[in-house]
């Protein structure tokens, strides 16, 4: 018998290893022991601060049967198709399609809470309770609850009915919070493979017609050995373009932040690196502005920080029509040998800059600024690499002119450096691993 003065004293239980679970919600560890309502309250709060839609159904599966008293839970909600549900039923930890489980086990139910009324739906099977989720957009869901181990009939009282009523209405609205967050992902992930296979295929269709087009001329026996050899350049430039612009994408796609560092002597390693972007960039003239480096070995990925420098390179080509130039400045801020130590890299060309109207996207993918190739990809991968070093790389303003530097685009790269620690291992490392780096048409 329920007591309308005496508050039931219950326990939230969750498994405390899921990290999907907040720290918020009651746990077993604390053995917090609440009054119905106060238990409700906390875990539908508990559920806001929940990162995904698995951990919000575990928390509930994992948390109603022991604050309600009831045998077990189920969580089941709509597929992003509204044609059927997904389910975490109870004995699993991850929602699956509910067809696909033939062998879990479902409570059965006879009573259905509707509109703040427990009715009584005459079911002989079972002794369950089904909870209609419903949030702004409609049903999002259900919960259902097992029988209750103080069996009565109903199982619930008319205060537990509103207080499950409330419940439910928050446990929907988040949700369908998540629910909206999958969709918008799933969104904007089909967006993004959309637009970027129509610029792969319009970047691709030139290249292979260009490859195409001279190869059929090597069946022209009227044609010199000198123009094939010519016309074969030209395929191989054209195929290291194509391998370039795969790698691009590629590089794009990848998660950031791994990093591959290892000792380098700095002004060696930007030796190299502007050597091997003249090298994959023909026209291009690297002319350094280096005010002195440390000699103190550092600790950097080389062909992420190459593959950056690169992609500015290659857009500052494109920039001045095929050929000009591009000053690379690089000097240090901060006492060396220190963690404030840094490096300040201004790549500046010759060409007509960036325009005001793509000054604030200039880095978001797919960003062409009007070019007649290329991914739009460069300056989105090249910002990931340098970020991936925990470093920043900007446009620098219009007015924001050094002398020395040409007025085209400038931009600057500025990268916090870790010293190499210098132990007999790490030397015979270097010893062992000439430092080189590889132009991306290469790979």
């Known amino acids: 018998m329920y007591h309308r003065n005496k508050r039931p004293s219950v326990s939230i239980k969750r498994a405390s290893s899921d990290p999907a679970l907040p720290d918020t919600a009651p746990t077993d560890a604390c053995a917090m022991s609440l009054s119905l309502p106060t238990a409700l309250r906390r875990l539908a709060d508990a559920l806001f601060e929940v990162p995904d839609l698995?951990?919000?159904?575990?928390?509930l599966a994992q948390s109603l049967p022991g604050l309600l008293g009831v045998s077990q839970a189920a969580v089941l909600v709509w597929n992003r198709r509204l044609d059927a549900f997904e389910g975490l039923i109870p004995g699993k930890t991850k929602l699956q399609p509910v067809e696909s489980q033939p062998d879990a086990t479902m409570p059965e139910t006879r009573y259905l809470l509707s509109d703040g009324v427990l009715l009584d739906t005459g079911g002989e099977r079972g002794e369950g309770t089904l909870l209609p989720l419903i949030a702004r957009s409609g049903m999002i869901g259900m919960l259902v609850l097992g029988l209750r181990r103080r069996r009565?009939?109903?199982p619930f009282s008319a205060r537990e009915v509103q207080l499950l009523t409330r419940f439910s209405a928050r446990a929907a609205m988040a949700l369908e919070n998540?629910?909206?967050q999958r969709e918008l992902i799933e969104s904007e992930r089909s967006a993004a493979l959309g637009t970027m296979a129509s610029m792969l295929a319009h970047d691709f269709r030139g290249p292979m017609t260009v490859i195409r087009g001279y190869a059929e001329t090597f069946l022209d026996p009227s044609v010199s050995v000198g123009e094939v050899r010519?016309?074969?350049?030209?395929?191989l430039q054209t195929i290291d373009r194509l391998d370039r612009m795969a790698t691009e994408t590629l590089d794009f796609a990848r998660v950031g932040g791994q990093l591959a560092r290892r000792p380098v002597d700095l002004g060696?390693?930007?030796d190299l690196i502007i050597r091997a972007t003249e090298r994959e960039l023909p026209g291009l003239t690297v002319v350094r502005d280096f005010a002195p480096l440390p000699a103190t070995a550092v600790t950097l990925d080389i062909d992420k920080l190459q593959r950056a420098i690169g992609n500015i390179a290659a857009n500052a080509r494109d920039?001045?029509?095929?050929?000009?130039?591009?000053?690379i400045a690089a000097r240090i801020?901060?006492?060396?040998?220190?963690?404030?130590?840094r490096l300040v890299l201004t790549l500046a060309d010759e060409g007509p800059g960036v325009s005001t109207e793509i000054r604030e996207t200039l880095?978001?993918?797919?960003?062409?600024?009007?070019?007649?190739?290329?991914?739009?990809?460069?300056l989105a991968v090249a910002r990931r690499f340098v970020e991936d070093h925990d470093g920043t790389l900007t446009l620098l303003p219009r007015d924001d002119a050094e002398p020395g530097l040409p007025g085209g685009a400038r931009f600057r790269i500025v990268l916090p450096l870790m010293a190499a620690a210098a132990t007999p291992a790490t030397q015979k490392q270097e010893a062992a691993q000439p430092l080189s780096v590889v132009s991306s048409s290469k790979r």
Not at 319 to 327: D, E, F, I, T
Not at 370 to 378: A, I, N, S, V
């Open 54 to 59: 698995g951990g919000i159904c575990r928390l």
């Open 319 to 327: 920039a001045m029509g095929g050929s000009g130039r591009l000053v």
């Open 268 to 270: 060696t390693a930007l």
């Open 178 to 180: 998540h629910v909206y």
């Open 363 to 378: 880095f978001d993918p797919f960003v062409t600024a009007g070019k007649k190739r290329g991914t739009g990809l460069g």
């Open 333 to 341: 801020e901060g006492d060396e040998l220190t963690p404030l130590m």
């Open 230 to 235: 010519a016309r074969a350049e030209v395929i």
């Open 152 to 154: 009565r009939q109903p």
